[in-house]
């Protein structure tokens, strides 16, 4: 029954088109601080997101607002909260980071950092695990791994599937070790992470034995996969 309204900087086409149609995408941060009765923040902590929500922040909102935070506990300033919450700016104020700031505070509710750890969590992380694994294992398609992109590709052919340094020059050597031998790249997906990279080359017609070898054979390569 709320007027859900939401900022996110970096949203992406898909999540967007997966939005209920009655939330509204602002563009500013600052209408969510001027226009919510309960805020609740989500993102990682950085350098750059440490006290998003600060006294500066705070009196831009309505008064008597709620603030949630279930994300990290940096993400908003404990002392500017409290001090908030004692002037009768804030009303309620649930986080489920305890520090010294907002333990036994009245109207500071403390909620232990369990959520991943709820019956519903364990079981929907162990399908969601499986159901990747499957996705990579079948389609070289990867999602949330710790260590490489995400990277997708519905191929139309053949799909050699490549996890290589992330290094100049090294896409350029792949795909010329497969032009040379003679097959045609008809639709090309790479991403990187850090220090490594995941490359798709999706392949019409049919795939020698002898590719694999060659790709492998490339500085930086590090695992070659065909699948058909």
């Not at 950085?46 to 994300?71: C, F, S, W």
Request: charged fraction near 20%; hydrophobic fraction near 45%.
């Amino acid at each position: 029954g709320m007027k859900v309204i939401g900022y996110d900087p970096y949203i992406s086409i898909g999540a967007a088109l997966h939005l209920d149609p009655t939330v509204k995408i602002v563009s500013d941060i600052n209408e969510i601080y001027a226009n919510s009765d309960y805020i609740t923040i989500h993102m990682p902590y950085t350098p750059q997101t440490k006290n998003t929500i600060d006294a500066e922040q705070i009196a831009m909102m309505k008064d008597g607002v709620r603030l949630i935070n279930l994300a990290r506990g940096e993400l908003i300033n404990s002392e500017a909260v409290v001090k908030a919450i004692a002037d009768g700016k804030v009303a309620k104020y649930v986080t489920d980071f305890a520090d010294d700031v907002v333990l036994g505070v009245d109207n500071v509710i403390v909620l232990p950092h369990l959520g991943a750890s709820t019956p519903e969590s364990e079981d929907n992380c162990a399908v969601m695990a499986a159901e990747e694994l499957i996705e990579y294992l079948e389609n070289g398609n990867i999602k949330n791994s710790v260590n490489l992109p995400n990277a997708s590709m519905n191929a139309v052919g053949t799909k050699i599937c490549i996890i290589h340094k992330n290094v100049p020059t090294t896409i350029a050597s792949i795909t010329t070790a497969v032009g040379n031998e003679g097959l045609n790249i008809e639709n090309m997906v790479n991403a990187s992470k850090k220090d490594f990279a995941y490359t798709m080359l999706d392949i019409i017609g049919d795939v020698p034995p002898t590719v694999e070898g060659k790709i492998n054979a490339v500085d930086g390569v590090i695992r070659v996969r065909i699948i058909k």
